[in-house]
């Protein structure tokens, strides 16, 4: 059974950091690329950032870029998204998706954890 787990969410004030996790299981983590997205409330589930199987290929957001780093440590099956200069308009709920190179049907996603920022 897959499972994508997601931690590090919180509460955060404007500026601050924060260092989401997503440890995933029941896969094989190699043969996936992994997704960052996230949504906020009244808002559709938009695409933050994504990176490729082995970590040489990265994308992100607009909304984003320069502030977040996606990372991936295929050791421990785990995908890391670096959260810096908050601000409020990042708050969402926070989710991760594994997908599979090899078969149009290994999709997987994490249950999400919820960032807030506000002072």
């Known amino acids: 059974q897959v499972q994508l787990v997601e931690s590090g969410g919180g509460l955060v004030q404007p500026g601050g950091s924060l260092r989401l996790a997503c440890v995933a299981s029941?896969?094989?983590?190699?043969?996936?690329?992994l997704y960052w997205y996230r949504q906020a409330p009244g808002k559709e589930r938009e695409l933050v950032a994504n990176?490729?199987?082995?970590?040489?290929?990265?994308n992100y957001a607009g909304s984003v870029k320069g502030r977040f780093t996606i990372s991936r440590d295929n050791a421990k099956n785990t995908v890391y998204l670096q959260m810096n200069s908050l601000k409020p308009e990042d708050t969402a709920v926070y989710y991760c998706?594994?997908?599979?190179?090899?078969?149009?049907?290994?999709?997987?996603w994490g249950q999400g954890t919820q960032v807030t920022v506000s002072s």
């Open positions: 990176i490729n199987r082995s970590g040489g290929y990265t």
């Open positions: 998706k594994a997908r599979n190179v090899y078969s149009p049907y290994g999709e997987y």
């Open positions: 029941g896969l094989t983590f190699s043969s996936h690329d």
